[in-house]
C-alpha cells in the first residue's frame, strides 16, 4: 500500500496569506494585536476571501456581538458543542477562551470533558444541557426542552442565541474534522 503524506488545511493556504486585500490584512493585524497570532481557522478560510469574510463576519456576530448570553456562556457552549463532537481545534481554542474569560483554569477542562461533573447554577446546567442535545439529538428537542430553559430565566430571544453558537460549532466543527484543522499552539498556554 502506497504511503501518502499528510496534507493540512494551513499546508496549502499559507501563500495566500501574503497575498489578502487590505481588509483581510487589516483583520489579521487585529488578531495579532488582541491575541498575539492569527488563529489557524483564519488562515485555513484564507484561500477563499469571500468565505473568510462570510466565516469572520459571522463568528463576530454571534459571539462578540450584542446578545442577553455573555461571551463567556458563549464559550461555555462552544467547548460542550466542540466535545460532543469530539472536534480537536475548537475544544482547544475555546477551552483557551474558557480559561481567559473565566479566570478558571479548570472549567474548561469540565466543560470539555464532563460538563455534567461541573458544580454549575441551575441556569447554566440547562443551557449547557440543551446544547449537548441539541447536538448530539437534535431531532428530540422538544417545548419542554425550551420551556426548562424558560424556567431557569432565558427568555426567547437567549433561546435563539443558544440555537445560533450550537448551530454555528456543529458546522464549523465538521470543517475543522473535515480538513483536519490544527490549532495554534499558543491556545494550549493560555489562560493557565
Not at 84 to 98: I, L, R
Not at 113 to 142: C, V, W
Amino acid at each position: 500500500m502506497e504511503k501518502h503524506e499528510k496534507i493540512h488545511a494551513l499546508d496549502i493556504n499559507e501563500n495566500k496569506i501574503d497575498s489578502l486585500d487590505e481588509d483581510l490584512n487589516k483583520y489579521f493585524n487585529i488578531c495579532i494585536e488582541k491575541i498575539g497570532f492569527i488563529p489557524n481557522v483564519l488562515r485555513s478560510y484564507s484561500w477563499n476571501q469571500k468565505k473568510l469574510r462570510t466565516f469572520a463576519k459571522f463568528y463576530n456576530e454571534i459571539m462578540l456581538g450584542e446578545s442577553k448570553l455573555s461571551i463567556l456562556e458563549r464559550e461555555m457552549i462552544a467547548l460542550v458543542v466542540s466535545s460532543s463532537n469530539n472536534c480537536y481545534y475548537c475544544q482547544v481554542a475555546h477551552g483557551a477562551a474558557v480559561r481567559t474569560n473565566s479566570k478558571d483554569s479548570i472549567l474548561s477542562e469540565i466543560l470539555s470533558m464532563n460538563y455534567k461533573s461541573g458544580n454549575f447554577s441551575q441556569r447554566h446546567y440547562a443551557m449547557l444541557e440543551f446544547s449537548y442535545k441539541l447536538s448530539i439529538t437534535p431531532d428530540l428537542i422538544k417545548e419542554d426542552d425550551r420551556e426548562l430553559l424558560r424556567n431557569n430565566g432565558f427568555s426567547d430571544e437567549e433561546i435563539w442565541d443558544i440555537c445560533e453558537v450550537v448551530g454555528f460549532f456543529n458546522m464549523t466543527n465538521r470543517i475543522a474534522s473535515g480538513i483536519e484543522m490544527v490549532p495554534n499552539e499558543e491556545y494550549h498556554f493560555q489562560g493557565r
